[in-house]
């Protein structure tokens, strides 16, 4: 599990744990990770990567195929990252962060661990997509595009293990409230995020869950949601014409987050 320490990833975590996994938590806050491993489950692994790093990624994909070899059958890439700005003011350094985080690494940790999933006839990669994946956000230019890759990455993968009991899932939230969201609302991210309700992290759980026990390729977070944005992609053209009318919609509930945050 990357991504481990917070969030989403810790709740998930948690969960595997309750439900006998014994988990490898992964996560690049060594502070955050070594707390979260006393709530995840006294025999949870803990280890500090950043996913940016060629070298760390390289030792933790190491492990994973010699240590773990055997005993890995489920990795759930859920590590994030998000910088908002126009493209036009985001460093370099930025947009590779994003694009390393959320995309490459799990491209790679994929490559990684497929063969011994192949080789036993079993296994499970999940993923944390977004809704991001489906429609562009401006303002958050890359974390679209990493999500967008993300999302094709993993149909493509599902598509070649599809006569096989290796199973794909993405997962793909609207706004759920993590510590991520809240820096997004604050720091002048789309009014997309918050054209619908914000979503909780024990949600976005539920659905990592049904897609353990359905492996459903694409799981929405609420389904509801994915109809108008998927309907949207469908339109890319129109994107722009209504975002003058979504976007006021937007910043209101952007204001209404921001406002309970501050009770």
Not at 116 to 128: I, K, M, P, S, V
Not at 166 to 182: C, E, K, Q, R, W
Not at 226 to 239: D, E, H, I
């Amino acid at each position: 599990m990357t991504g481990a320490a917070s969030g989403i990833g810790l709740e998930v975590a948690t969960r595997l744990h309750r439900r006998g996994h014994e988990v490898i938590a992964v996560d690049r806050n060594a502070v955050q990770l070594q707390a979260a491993t006393s709530r995840i489950g006294g025999d949870t692994v803990a280890i500090d990567c950043d996913l940016a790093d060629p070298a760390q990624l390289a030792l933790l994909i190491g492990e994973l195929t010699t240590t773990w070899r055997e005993s890995l059958d489920v990795v759930v890439c859920n590590a994030g990252v998000i910088a908002p700005g126009d493209l036009v003011d985001v460093d370099p350094a930025t947009i590779d962060l994003q694009l390393d985080v959320m995309l490459r690494s799990v491209i790679h940790l994929t490559r990684a661990v497929l063969p011994q999933f192949l080789e036993r006839d079993r296994g499970h990669l999940l993923a944390t997509v977004s809704m991001g994946g489906i429609i562009a956000l401006p303002t958050s230019a890359t974390y679209s595009a990493s999500k967008a890759g993300l999302r094709a990455f993993l149909a493509a993968v599902n598509a070649e293990v599809y006569a096989t009991n290796v199973h794909v899932s993405g997962i793909y939230p609207s706004a759920v409230d993590t510590p991520m969201l809240l820096k997004e609302a604050e720091g002048g991210g789309s009014p997309l995020n918050f054209f619908g309700a914000v979503r909780s992290i024990d949600e976005v759980a539920d659905a990592y869950e049904r897609a353990i026990e359905s492996h459903r390729l694409e799981n929405y977070v609420p389904y509801s949601d994915s109809l108008t944005t998927r309907l949207l992609n469908a339109f890319p053209a129109l994107t722009p014409k209504l975002l003058p009318i979504v976007n006021r919609i937007g910043e209101r509930g952007r204001q209404r987050y921001l406002a309970n945050h501050r009770h």
